[in-house]
């Protein structure tokens, strides 16, 4: 197959998940082109099978704000027809799948498909926007192919937008021979030098992520455990997270490390991954965490409870329950053989995740697109 795949470059999942089944597809023999504003991030270094596209920003003086619903769109036509695509798919309802209804207009003489993969925000936050409301319920349902990644962002979908169109739940997904557990005991004897507990965080640091919460639960852990926090990634709530670990007097048990694009040293030397989010449709990086033998102790929203399993892969909690998080925290620190069952537990439960069977699932939504075929209940 030939498939355009658009998606936000940034650090954030749903640009992850995009590159990671991008780069499996082209393994598997498909031709694959990223049409976005920047090489996503997971795209360095070149494979067979896989073109990027960089959408131009033109400017113009009358163009206060930049049009790039319009230039993605254009993209999409001039790499579709000279590339013969056979589908687009995107990542991120707005603007991609609207770009491409766009595109796919223009394009009259093909019979290209648009899939449209919802990960999160786009549903729970943007798109309930009033303004968006329309354009979101129109460019889901003008999409061939729709995909949630998870459950409750499929129920959320559909009952936020009033929608009328088949959803295929298809989860994301880790490859894990490259998230196992190494040893990674330079970086370990670093930020843990005298054998300290590691709690860990990923994010991008908005305010859904509630990253004060993981310097709150960790200020209780640290009472009780000898331990450190480290935390990765960047975004708007970073400096009131450095501000807030000065005022509670923990800053030197706290790392920030910014935006890592190696993820596994890291994780590896961890005991605990914290991910106390408001919402979180699925939660690629808890999963990236416990294919690394990381517990996690989490909030109780979204689709986390389809990941995670209560009372044997980590902790559930209901959101901002700081209190609870950090029991559940001292728990597992202070006790060894659970800890060493839950992280056994994690694994196992990350390997139903793995990425072969998951890409597998994309292909057979692409085929059945690709052939009119409506999609199996489940
Ligand atoms: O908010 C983020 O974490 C980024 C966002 C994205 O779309 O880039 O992540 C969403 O998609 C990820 C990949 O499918 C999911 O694992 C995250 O749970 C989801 N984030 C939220 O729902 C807040």
Known sequence: MKIGITCYPTYGGSGVVAT???????????????????????LSGFQDNIVYHEVEMSSY??????????????KMVEVARYEKLDLFHCHYALPHATSAYLARQILQETNIKIVTT?????????????????????????????????????????TNYNINKEIEVIPNFIDVEKYRRTRSAKFCANCAPHGEK?????????????????????????????????????????SACEMLCRELGIQEKVRFLGKQAELVPILSTADLFLMPSQSESFGLSALEAMACEVPVISSSVGGLPELQVHGQTGF???????????????DL????????????????????????????????????????VSIPAK
Request: charged fraction near 25%; avoid cysteine.
């Open 198 to 238: 590691v709690l860990i965080h990923t994010s991008n640091f908005r305010p859904v992520k509630r990253v004060l919460d993981v310097v709150k639960i960790f200020n209780e852990v640290q009472k009780k455990v000898s331990s450190v926090l480290i935390l990765m990634g960047d975004g708007p709530d970073r």
């Open 316 to 330: 559930i909690a209901e959101i901002g329950d700081i209190d609870r998080m950090a029991k559940y925290a001292i």
């Open 61 to 74: 003086p009358l163009f206060d704000f930049p049009l790039y619903t319009l230039a993605l769109a254009s």
């Open 333 to 372: 620190l202070t006790n060894p053989s659970k800890h060493a069952l839950f992280a056994e537990a994690a694994r196992k439960r990350a390997i139903e995740f793995e990425s072969s069977k998951i890409v597998t699932q994309y292909e057979q939504h692409y085929e059945r697109i690709l052939a009119h």
């Open 20 to 42: 990671e089944l991008g780069k499996a597809l082209a393994k598997r023999g498909h031709s694959v082109h990223f049409i976005s504003y920047a090489m996503p991030m997971r």
């Open 118 to 158: 919802l990960h999160g925000t786009d549903i729970t936050l943007v798109g309930l926007e009033p303004s968006f409301l329309a354009i979101m319920k129109f460019s889901i349902e003008q999409s061939d192919g729709v995909t949630a990644v998870s459950r409750f962002l499929k129920e959320k979908t559909l």
